[in-house]
């Protein structure tokens, strides 16, 4: 069984910074992209960061410049570190993870539970 837990959302004033970490553990043989999505309320689920195995990254625009994602494959943790945070950023923030349970196996796509960040004004 593959587990993703995110880590380190919560409340934070406008300009403020905060850190996200998501681990995976389980029964893992290799992980492709790991990712970060985030949903507020009445919104769908949006793509805000990705990182590949081999360390290539994409943003969406709303967060370029102000948002990092690294990955640290030794750990199965990725991170987001997030700066100049703003009242549009407020969302439960989501890891997700396209990984491999054995080395011939397909891959598969899993989802943490979610955590909160909040950015008040």
């Known amino acids: 069984q593959v587990q993703l837990v995110e880590s380190g959302g919560g409340l934070v004033q406008f300009g403020g910074s905060l850190r996200l970490s998501c681990a995976a553990s389980?029964?893992?043989?290799?992980?492709?992209?790991m990712d970060w999505y985030r949903q507020a309320p009445g919104k769908q689920r949006q793509l805000v960061a990705l990182?590949?195995?081999?360390?290539?990254?994409n943003y969406a625009d709303s967060v370029k410049g102000r948002f990092t994602i690294s990955r640290d494959n030794a750990k199965n943790t990725m991170y987001l570190q997030m700066n100049s945070l703003k009242p549009e950023d407020t969302a439960v923030y989501y890891c997700?993870?396209?990984?491999?349970?054995?080395?011939?196996?397909?891959?598969?796509?899993?989802w943490g539970q979610g955590t909160q960040v909040t950015v008040s004004s």
């Open positions: 997700h993870a396209n990984l491999r349970t054995e080395s011939s196996g397909p891959t598969y796509s899993y």
């Open positions: 389980g029964r893992i043989f290799s992980i492709a992209t």
């Open positions: 990182v590949t195995s081999s360390g290539s990254t």
